[in-house]
């Protein structure tokens, strides 16, 4: 079982434990922040243990927020104590988050062993805003994210909606409840009272822009008398949930695929220049090589050609020295 600190009234701990034994939901007791608050949940009726352990979701990794055999103990934000009363043998362990903000939303547990099967759990739901009637509120958020904001009135209230624009209409009605707690798809309720005031919550999870738009907190003193206040959500379709525009298509394939075409091209001309200079150098060889060899059959011819002085042809064998050296 879990009990809430002296901030937390003592009624509505006993109305919410009625709550979440009724089967209308889920066994997990649900407790409410306002930013920049202390959270701190006494967590008790444990049978003795040498573990102080207070930790969130999985309570693996990251989420093990304290993990100790001392008495008492702080990390960062977080704190345990632990006491217990040996007349009653009631063993408890305080947990505290200070200073929280709506990321500290979500589910916790805290045990005295080990053996996860033996922790409690509770769920802290800690609003974005406290939002009135003084003002005109715009909440912006991103799209796949969840809001949740407390709607503040001065007095109780017994019956509490949240609705789409006004509440008039039935089928603009998103949640109602006359208890602590509901939930309807997506849209949930949950009442707490804070500093003698009537307060509830009101969560939209998984925001589409579809969301976009004004609604409304509803609490009914009476069948002549009622108060609310109204805000607006503008939801905001974030780049990694939607594809890119045509012009940024267009942007992406100018300044990405442009570079690439560049240096195709160059490399392209490149080789045809490389191609045409060894065709050049190619055909000035063999010119060469042509010019040479009519320049040495000429010379043979020249040769073979004298005449002796009587008139007549002389045919001389032309070979290098090296070879008339070997003969003689």
Known sequence: FLSGSSDIN?????????????????????????????????????????????????????????????????????????????HDKSYNLTVRVS?????????????????????????????????????????????????????????????????????????????????????????????????SSDVFYVTIKNLTQSDSGRYRCLSYLSSEKKLYVDFNIVTNVSSETTGPSPLDQNYRATSTDLPLIVIVVTLAVIVVLLSAALIVSYRKRSLRDLEMRGYGSQLMETVARKQSPSGDLIYENIESPSNNQKEN
């Not at 509505?12 to 949940?41: C, K, M, T």
């Not at 624009?165 to 707690?181: K, M, S």
């Open 99 to 195: 200073n929280v903000t709506h990321s500290d939303s979500g589910l916790y547990r805290c045990g005295l062993s080990d053996s996860p099967s033996t922790f409690v759990k509770f769920k802290a739901v800690v609003a974005e805003a406290l939002l009135d009637g003084s003002k005109d509120h715009h909440l912006y958020k991103d799209a796949g994210s969840s809001l949740t904001v407390a709607c503040f009135f001065g007095f109780w209230g017994k019956t509490k909606y949240f609705c789409r624009g006004g509440c008039e209409e039935e089928e603009n009605i998103l949640v109602y409840t006359d208890g602590v707690r509901a939930q309807s798809g997506r849209y949930s309720i949950g009442h707490s009272k804070h500093k």
């Open 10 to 86: 003592c009624s509505f701990f006993l109305l919410a434990l009625q709550v979440g034994n009724s089967g209308s939901f889920n066994e997990i007791i649900h407790f409410y922040w306002l930013p920049g608050e202390d959270l701190s949940i006494i967590c008790h009726n444990f049978s003795p243990g040498p573990w102080r352990i207070f930790c969130r979701e999985n309570c693996q990794g990251e989420n093990v927020l304290i993990n100790t055999t001392s008495n008492k103990e702080t990390s960062g934000r977080n704190s345990i104590e632990y006491s217990e009363r040996v």
